[in-house]
């Protein structure tokens, strides 16, 4: 199928291409590795997180990976924490809820999609009217991949923190819907959460640098295997996880 282009009128086009879109894997691994030795992430885990992952990831779970949003730098960072982390088997593996204009400029856009990128049209860019047919489309190619086996990563809180960076902001129900639909297609997601920290702020609008951004503290918390049956409920529960992920990870800062 040809690739097309990532717009919002073309919406259906879109998540018809990228439902069924897959990744070179060892292109994606080689480009963690660079991103890794880059960035150079430092790893933490909650007492017990690394053998429930090793063993949920054994026994090909689907992950519903959630990290809180600090900056533009994050997806490399994060990518870079995949690679030196329990996540690296499931690089290749897992898709990437991105912003679309993320997208737009070709070259991006391949490296993009080399890392698992599936675009999302938010309501604070084109109005939530605009999108919600296309925010539909978005769960259910996210829902479909899970019960295919894919792992899903997403910023639950929708945009980056400019408040406060060792707080999580009000997480969207998008997370929710996504992990509902998935279990009703017979998945059994386990949540992730994956706090990030770049250290203290002197003023939390501005973002770090790429220079700031190096050697970013990551935490994992505990897996959960079995989520609530409820959406509203699943925001809850990350909103309450990735916090305590986030406070190990200002932590070891």
Same mark, same amino acid.
């Given at each position: 199928?040809?690739?097309?282009?990532?717009?919002?009128?073309?919406?259906?086009?879109?998540?018809?291409?990228?439902?069924?879109?897959?990744?070179?894997?060892?292109?994606?691994?080689?480009?963690?590795?660079?991103?890794?030795?880059?960035?150079? $992430?430092?790893? =933490?885990?909650?007492?017990?997180?690394?053998?429930?992952?090793?063993?949920?990831?054994?026994?090909?779970?689907? %992950? %519903?990976?959630?990290?809180?949003?600090?900056?533009?730098?994050?997806?490399?960072?994060?990518?870079?924490?995949?690679?030196?982390?329990?996540?690296?088997?499931?690089?290749?593996?897992?898709?990437?809820?991105?912003?679309?204009?993320?997208?737009?400029?070709?070259?991006?856009?391949?490296?993009?999609?080399?890392? &698992? =990128?599936?675009?999302?049209?938010?309501?604070?860019?084109?109005?939530?009217?605009?999108?919600?047919?296309?925010?539909?489309?978005?769960?259910?190619?996210?829902?479909?991949?899970?019960?295919?086996?894919? &792992?899903?990563?997403?910023?639950?809180? &929708?945009?980056?923190?400019?408040?406060?960076? &060792?707080?999580?902001?009000?997480?969207?129900?998008?997370?929710?819907?996504?992990? *509902?639909?998935?279990?009703?297609? =017979?998945?059994? !997601?386990?949540?992730?959460?994956?706090?990030?920290?770049? =250290?203290?702020?002197?003023?939390?609008?501005?973002? $770090?640098?790429?220079?700031?951004?190096?050697?970013?503290?990551?935490? *994992?918390?505990?897996?959960? !295997?079995?989520? $609530? #049956?409820?959406?509203?409920?699943?925001?809850? %529960?990350?909103?309450?996880?990735?916090?305590? #992920?986030?406070?190990?990870?200002? #932590? #070891?800062?």
């Amino acid at each position: 199928m040809d690739r097309p282009e990532v717009d919002l009128s073309n919406n259906q086009h879109v998540y018809d291409f990228y439902r069924e879109h897959r990744q070179r894997r060892l292109q994606a691994w080689g480009a963690y590795a660079l991103l890794a030795r880059r960035y150079r $992430p430092r790893i =933490g885990y909650a007492p017990g997180a690394r053998e429930r992952l090793r063993d949920l990831i054994s026994q090909r779970r689907p %992950l %519903l990976i959630v990290i809180n949003h600090l900056s533009q730098q994050d997806p490399y960072t994060v990518a870079a924490a995949a690679w030196r982390s329990t996540l690296r088997p499931v690089i290749g593996r897992t898709r990437v809820l991105a912003k679309d204009e993320l997208f737009l400029e070709p070259g991006l856009r391949r490296r993009i999609d080399m890392m &698992g =990128g599936i675009p999302v049209f938010r309501g604070k860019d084109h109005g939530l009217r605009a999108v919600n047919a296309a925010g539909q489309l978005m769960i259910d190619i996210c829902a479909e991949r899970m019960a295919r086996g894919d &792992g899903i990563a997403i910023f639950p809180e &929708g945009t980056c923190n400019d408040v406060d960076p &060792g707080q999580v902001q009000a997480v969207g129900s998008g997370v929710g819907h996504i992990a *509902f639909r998935a279990m009703k297609l =017979g998945a059994r !997601p386990a949540l992730v959460s994956l706090g990030l920290s770049y =250290g203290p702020r002197a003023d939390p609008a501005v973002e $770090p640098t790429k220079a700031e951004a190096f050697s970013a503290s990551f935490h *994992f918390g505990v897996p959960v !295997p079995e989520l $609530p #049956a409820r959406p509203a409920e699943v925001a809850r %529960l990350v909103r309450t996880e990735l916090q305590q #992920a986030l406070d190990g990870a200002v #932590a #070891a800062y």
